[in-house]
C-alpha cells in the first residue's frame, strides 16, 4: 500500500478544514444548533419525548473543525522542516 504523499494529506486537511468551518459556520448562525460559545443548543423536545441529541453531521463537524487545523499546520510543518534539511 502506498503511502499519502505530504502534499496531498496538506490538501486534504486544507479543504476538510474550510469545510468543517463553513459547515460549523451554518450549525451556529443559520441552524442554532451550536451556539457561539460552541455549546450544543438543542431544540425543546415535546413532553413525554426524550432529549434530543446531536447527529452525526453535528459531531463530525465539531471533530473535523478540531482536527483538521491540527493535520493541516502538523504536515505544513513537516513539509517545511523537510525541504529545510535537504
Same mark, same amino acid.
Given at each position: ?7 496531498? !494529506? ?13 459547515? *460549523? ?8 444548533? !451550536?451556539?457561539?460559545?460552541?455549546? *450544543? ?17 453535528? *459531531? ?27
Amino acid at each position: 500500500m502506498r503511502r499519502p504523499s505530504l502534499r496531498r !494529506v496538506i490538501w486534504v486537511s486544507g479543504i476538510a478544514w474550510i469545510v468543517s468551518w463553513s459547515c *460549523l459556520g451554518l450549525e451556529i448562525f443559520y441552524w442554532h444548533h !451550536v451556539t457561539k460559545t460552541l455549546h *450544543l443548543n438543542p431544540p425543546k423536545a415535546p413532553p413525554g419525548y426524550p432529549k434530543p441529541q446531536p447527529g452525526l453531521f453535528l *459531531l463530525s463537524v465539531l471533530a473535523g473543525s478540531a482536527l483538521a487545523p491540527v493535520a493541516f499546520l502538523a504536515a505544513a510543518i513537516v513539509a517545511r522542516t523537510g525541504k529545510s534539511r535537504k
